[in-house]
């Protein structure tokens, strides 16, 4: 099992930026495989980006491409979700996830995740 504690959240105005930090512990973390989900009010949690446990795999949902950067610092057991150029869309509570295996090749699939944060507020303003 992995713990994970999220942070960075905050209330913006469209188009300004936000970096969210995801702390880790327990599990040797620089093996595992990491995702950011969010949950918009009356929707359903949705991936938002994954990274390989080596950083070198990364993958985005297709409404936040171009305009979120998914990164991780294995020395820091930290994840990182930049996030620009924000929409009123990507109002959400954001989580951090944890892949259940280490060292997967790539990003595992959704059910995969196993461990959760306890999440962090976004919200953008128009």
């Known amino acids: 099992q992995v713990q994970l504690v999220e942070s960075g959240g905050g209330l913006v105005q469209a188009g300004d930026s936000l970096r969210l930090s995801c702390a880790a512990s327990?599990?040797?973390?620089?093996?595992?495989?990491m995702g950011w989900f969010r949950q918009a009010p009356g929707k359903e949690r949705e991936f938002v980006a994954g990274?390989?446990?080596?950083?070198?795999?990364?993958d985005y949902a297709d409404s936040v491409k171009g305009r979120f950067t998914i990164s991780r610092d294995n020395a820091k057991n930290t994840v990182y979700l930049q996030m620009n150029s924000l929409k009123p869309e990507d109002t959400a509570v954001y989580y951090c996830?944890?892949?259940?295996?280490?060292?997967?090749?790539?990003?595992?699939?959704?059910?995969?995740?196993?461990?959760w944060g306890q999440g962090t507020q976004v919200t953008v303003s128009s």
């Open positions: 990274i390989s446990w080596s950083g070198g795999r990364t």
């Open positions: 996830a944890a892949d259940n295996l280490s060292l997967r090749p790539g990003i595992p699939p959704v059910r995969d995740f196993g461990s």
């Open positions: 327990g599990r040797t973390f620089s093996r595992i495989a």
